[in-house]
């Protein structure tokens, strides 16, 4: 795979964070689908239910930036919806938000709910943050239930793209 022309260091950023959940979907659509009933302890819960809850998510952070629901129908706690759909949901929402850091001014202010503001580049932020956060909990359920997770770490990205050939 080849690495498209990066514009700043947000971009790297901004494309593991999205090829790391692309990544970890498509580990978890090749199990059987009885693992994704697993849990741990201490994590958000079912495996399938953190990779929802985590492109869910995703899609409510970039709605505000865009005004633009990518992926339909939103996805939400109470209906399930297939690997393939979260898969196409998480490409859309990680290239629309390297097109976001592209453009947008991150000091923008966003009126987000009840009428509280946020900026650009603080929902950014918090995409990636909460990314990290419920990967991190996915892979932890794998590991716990017998099943070596994916290696989504910077330098496996960095690896998987051909631009870095750093290890863990």
């Known amino acids: 795979m080849s690495e498209p022309a990066v514009r700043g260091p947000l971009d790297h950023v ?9 990544a970890l979907l498509e580990f978890c659509r090749a199990l059987d689908p009885a693992m994704l009933e697993a849990q741990a302890v201490g ?5 399938y239910g953190t990779l929802q809850h985590l492109v869910g998510a995703e899609q409510a952070y970039v709605l505000p930036l ?5 992926g339909r129908p ?11 759909d979260l ?5 859309a929402i990680g290239a629309r938000a390297l097109s976001v850091a592209a453009i947008d001014d991150v000091t923008r202010r966003i009126e987000m709910n009840e009428g509280r503001q946020s900026t650009v580049g603080v929902i950014l932020a918090q995409l990636i943050h909460h990314g990290n956060e419920h990967r991190a909990q996915a892979t932890t359920i794998l590991g716990a239930n017998g099943i070596e ?20």
């Open 14 to 22: 901004l494309r593991h964070n999205s090829w790391a959940t692309i």
């Open 43 to 47: 994590t958000y819960g079912e495996l």
């Open 66 to 70: 865009t005004g633009e629901l990518l």
């Open 74 to 84: 939103r996805i939400r706690k109470d209906q399930r919806h297939s690997l393939d």
């Open 87 to 91: 898969i196409a949901t998480a490409k």
């Open 149 to 168: 997770p994916p290696p989504l770490s910077a330098w496996g990205y960095g690896r998987a793209v051909g631009i870095s050939e750093a290890e863990e």
